[in-house]
């Protein structure tokens, strides 16, 4: 799918909240959480089948005995996220998150030593899990939130990662070049779970992927995101921001375990896609 054919469209219109699988997530309630907190446990086992890359991202991991036993170490892996029950887009694991951390976990032998970003984290599933994996990620969320980003925290310490050592959070606002974007450094690729939901931002988020990627000539943006209208389409900002984007192919995941992508998105329609520079 070029720039020139890619559309946020469909429309299920469910928006609910509901989790959607109980093979890949329970939420439990235990005894370190906080008022109106639960704990989501989210569990990805090892495929048989593992993919060693992400989409075209194909050039040999550096093969080091410490590497290669972390690897072969990751046959499950366990993560917690805490969600409060209040309104905030932010607080909530939505059903796209899980789509794209089953993509990563499956391509997990290619994260070691990846510099990633996760854009409007929430709490910040896929990019946790991502550095579980040996990659070096930094979470962002809205500079303004400054609840949405002690949150995301919360989420690193529930996974024993130590913000500031283990993983990064910052603020990072779509739209504006602050300081924060210019301190980012190399990245190899850029992701988000569900941050196409509103139009107005729409052109916010290209603008801030072509910044990005104009600095990261290599990276790749993947992202998934949910129908919600047939009205929305991102079609004519990517050809003004000279991008072109195309869809991955998102049935297969977590097949290998003994997943099926329905059991993950419920009733959902959920794409994973991927957006470059224009050559």
Not at 116 to 127: N, Y
Not at 156 to 167: K, Q
Not at 185 to 203: K, N, Q, R, T, V
Request: proline share 4%; aromatic share 8%.
């Amino acid at each position: 799918m070029t720039s020139g054919h890619f559309q946020l469209n469909g429309g299920d219109g469910n928006d609910s909240n509901s989790s959607s699988s109980t093979a890949t997530t329970n939420t439990l309630t235990t005894g370190v959480t906080r008022e109106n907190e639960k704990i989501r446990n989210f569990v990805f086992t090892k495929s048989n089948n593992s993919i060693e890359a992400i989409s075209s991202l194909k050039e040999p991991v550096a093969s080091t005995s410490a590497n290669a036993a972390r690897q072969e170490s990751l046959e499950k892996l366990e993560i917690q996220i805490p969600e409060l029950l209040q309104s905030g887009y932010s607080f909530y694991t939505w059903p796209c998150a899980p789509v794209l951390a089953w993509f990563l976990w499956e391509r997990r032998g290619a994260l070691v030593g990846k510099r990633i970003l996760e854009l409007g984290a929430g709490t910040a599933l896929p990019g946790i899990l991502a550095a579980k994996c040996g990659a070096q990620v930094i979470l962002s969320d809205n500079c303004i939130l400054p609840k949405s980003l002690a949150h995301i925290q919360r989420s690193c310490e529930h996974n024993n990662l130590v913000p500031g050592r283990d993983i990064r959070v910052i603020g990072l606002s779509w739209g504006l070049l602050l300081n924060s974007v210019f301190s980012l450094g190399p990245l190899d690729i850029i992701i988000a779970a569900d941050c196409f939901y509103d139009p107005s931002i729409f052109e916010d988020i290209i603008v801030t992927i072509s910044f990005l990627l104009d600095r990261n000539p290599s990276a790749k943006f993947i992202f998934t995101y949910q129908e919600r209208s047939a009205d929305w389409c991102i079609e004519a900002l990517l050809k003004k921001w000279k991008l072109r984007a195309i869809l991955i192919n998102s049935e297969d995941i977590g097949k290998a375990s003994g997943i099926e992508i329905s059991d993950i998105i419920g009733n959902h329609t959920i794409h994973l896609l991927e957006i470059t520079k224009e050559s």
